[in-house]
């Protein structure tokens, strides 16, 4: 199997399992699938798809730049993969958008509706207008091959000067407004990144950026497709990144001095690392590196130098877009594996796109082989997939889509829906029991639960004053109240304190300062419960009470009966008392008058369906 068959399958992977967590992020919502939150709004697919993908498209205008308008012939032969990457980057990032956004469908809104004080409306209008232009840059390749597009063709080719400049002025534009997009937020983002010409870091550090990435992939499909690399023309652009990369490390650290931030270069700390990480991968190594000639003149240390400068870059992009922002409160933002897995089968499928056009289009002066073409290359029983291969042009189709059907198959079953009960969403509220001296507890009035000899128990644990081992705490007033006054619901947490009910003229009538009698207001402040409620917690009450958050009903109910049965169990020698059976044992249903009746199939021993839910 060849390189290409075998990237392309991963990739199939990727963008398999992606489009199933695809699936739920537009069924279920952003909640559902990202670890994003209100103090955390942009996570990694803002830092990476966006920010990350346009800052891996700047080779473009850097390439049709250096082609078309400063006539640097000898690159030639890298500005159409330039182009078609930045195309592909840019349609990257409008699909990264759709996923981080709320309400993708109003996309459209802002062609419509102005909103010319936001940066935000800067970025989706030079999206949109740059996306255009490389369309247009872009199209003349694949026309080549249809001889009907004949003639668009050749007015795009004469109108390419045009198309040429705007696309510069647009990515330019660009780069640098997503810098300013950051400057509304000089208290989140720490001083090291923080700056007021963040759009000038960024211009520069993407200039950079698109050589080292035109490098970079140059080299990487070379060893793809076995192509000799293009070392010879790309040694000057090696060079000229080296120049820029000084330039902007000059920035930076002259700007840190001028703003009096640069202690912090200093101070240890998470910030301070990863600052220094972020520099050294992205300006320091490189620009040593490409400074060597032995280095610049080679194919394998362009590679390694502009590898690391690109991967350095995108490390800046996502520090400033959220790991170096200041946390506010103790909440720490980590990426959910649905976040990661969307950001990689964008990357995979534009990837795939990128393959695809290369070998159907000529991208390159020359088109590669077919990897699929050559029947001797593919094994006839394949391993991967378990299955007998036919023609071989069919056969890469065959295992590709058993490797997407594969992932998109285990990323809907990782993805699958919990139980109700575990996720706690329905809520269920809780009824009172029903008898006298036998009680049927069954808050759900599901017909499953339990018959109670409330009147025996209390005989057998010593009358009046076992109350307390099981009423733990009551109703303001109250002995002995029900547990479903407080444990409301069947399986969630219920508020057995009702802080604004207290103070509401309804409720408790009380004004703030009666519990408050200081500012701030806060929990640690506030007067006691039984400063105003002496017998809430009666004394000898064996269950605790630390918070005012009591647990679902079935949850109170186990951990009261379950633990004293299991202590029965053993000192009375008696093995079934613990068992489920001693206290599930029959089945009712609610007759028209609302009292119980057995029912006539109650089951002995057997769990009922509602216990196996
Ligand atoms: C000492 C008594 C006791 C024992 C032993 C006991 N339970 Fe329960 N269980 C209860 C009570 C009381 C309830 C509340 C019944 C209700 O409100 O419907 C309950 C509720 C439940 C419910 C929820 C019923 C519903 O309507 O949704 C399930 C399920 C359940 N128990 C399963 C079990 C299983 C399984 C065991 C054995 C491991 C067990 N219980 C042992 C007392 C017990
Ligand atoms: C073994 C535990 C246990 C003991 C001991 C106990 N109870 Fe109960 N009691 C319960 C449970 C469980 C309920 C049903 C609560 C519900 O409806 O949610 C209940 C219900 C009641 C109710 C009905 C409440 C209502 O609003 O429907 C009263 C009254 C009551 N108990 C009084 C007492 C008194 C008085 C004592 C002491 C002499 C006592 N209980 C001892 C567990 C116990
Ligand atoms: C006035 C409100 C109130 C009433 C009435 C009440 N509880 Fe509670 N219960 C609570 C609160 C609040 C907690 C949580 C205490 C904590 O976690 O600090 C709690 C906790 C519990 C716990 C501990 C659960 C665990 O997971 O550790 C059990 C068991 C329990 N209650 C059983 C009962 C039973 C049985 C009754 C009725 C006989 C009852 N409660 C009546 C408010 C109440
Ligand atoms: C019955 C007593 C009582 C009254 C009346 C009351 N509070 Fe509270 N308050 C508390 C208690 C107890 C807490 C802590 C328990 C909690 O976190 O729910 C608290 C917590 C708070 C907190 C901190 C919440 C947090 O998340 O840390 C604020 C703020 C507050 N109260 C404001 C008010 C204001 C405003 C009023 C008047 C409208 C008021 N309270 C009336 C008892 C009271
Ligand atoms: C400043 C006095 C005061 C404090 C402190 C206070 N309460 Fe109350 N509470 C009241 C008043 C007044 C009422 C309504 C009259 C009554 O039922 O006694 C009430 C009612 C209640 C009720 C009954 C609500 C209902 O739905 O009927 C509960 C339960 C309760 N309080 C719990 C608490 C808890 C838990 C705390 C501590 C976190 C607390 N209270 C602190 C004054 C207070
Ligand atoms: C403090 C200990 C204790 C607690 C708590 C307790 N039980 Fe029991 N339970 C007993 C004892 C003791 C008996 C035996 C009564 C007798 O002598 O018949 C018993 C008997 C029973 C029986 C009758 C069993 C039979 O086969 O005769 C049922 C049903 C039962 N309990 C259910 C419950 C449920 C439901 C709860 C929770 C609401 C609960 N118990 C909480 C001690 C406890």
Known sequence: MNRVYRLKFILWLVVGLASAVAAARFTQGLGAITNLSDPTPWG?????????????????????????????ERLHGVVRPAVLTAFLGYVAVAVGLLFDLGLPWNIWHMIVFWNPHSPLFEVGWCVMLYLTVLTLELFPVPAQEFSALAKVRRILVKGRLPLVVAGIGLSTLHQSSLGSLFLIMPYRLHPL????????????????????????????????????????????????????????????????????????????GWHMALFWLEMSVMAIVPAILFSLPRVRRTSGGQWAAAGLGVFGVVM???DVGGLAHLSRGNHIYL????????????????????????????????????????????????????????????AGRMVYSLGFIFAAALGLALLAPQPAA???????????????????????????????????????????????????????????????ECHRDMYLTSDAFQHDWHASPEGGRLACVQCHPSQPRSAAGAKPCTGCHKDLTPAG?????????????????????????????????????????????????????????????????????????
């Open 422 to 484: 575990s996720r706690g969403v329905d809520p269920q509220p809780v009824h009172r029991a029903r008898g006298g001296a036998i009680l049927w507890i069954d808050g759900n009035l599901d017909g499953f639960g339990v018959a109670f000899p409330h009147d025996r128990i209390v005989k057998r644990l010593g009358g009046d004053t076992s109350c307390v081992q099981c009423h733990h705490m009551n109703l303001p007033r109250d002995r002995a109240s029900g547990c479903y």
């Open 335 to 394: 990426p959910a594996w649905t976040e990661v897995a969307i950001s990689a089968g964008v990357v995979a499928g534009a990837t795939l796109a990128f393959l695809f056009m290369v070998e159907r289009f000529r991208v390159w002066e020359q088109r590669p082989a077919d990897p699929l073409a050559d029947p001797h290359k593919l094994p006839e029983f394949d391993r991967v997939g378990m299955t007998w291969l036919g023609v071989p042009a069919i």
């Open 541 to 613: 009450a064996t269950i605790p009470v630390k918070h005012y958050r009591a647990p679902g009903y079935v949850q109170s109910m186990h951990v009261l009966c379950i633990n004293c049965h299991v202590q029965l169990a053993k000192q009375e020698g008696k093995p079934d008392f613990a068992r489920c059976v001693t206290c599930h044992k029959e089945r009712r249903g609610l007759t028209d008058s609302g009292d119980t009746t057995a029912r006539p199939d109650a089951v002995r021993g057997i769990l009922l369906p509602a216990m196996t839910r």
């Open 193 to 268: 990144w923080y700056s007021p010409i963040l759009p000038l870091l960024f211009l520069i550090s993407a200039i950079g950026l698109g050589m080292m990435m035109v490098t970079f992939e140059s080299h990487s499909t070379a060893w793809l497709y076995r192509r000799k690399p293009e070392t010879e023309a790309l040694a000057p652009l090696g060079g000229a990144a080296r120049w820029v990369l000084l330039l902007y490390m000059a920035t930076r650290l002259a700007d840190l001095a001028i703003r009096g931030q640069l202690r912090y270069l200093v101070t240890p």
């Open 44 to 72: 990694l697919w803002v830092g990476f798809d966006v920010m990350g993908g346009v800052a891996l498209a700047s080779g473009g205008f850097i390439m049709t730049a250096a082609v078309y308008i400063f006539r640097l």
């Open 316 to 318: 800046n992009r996502i």
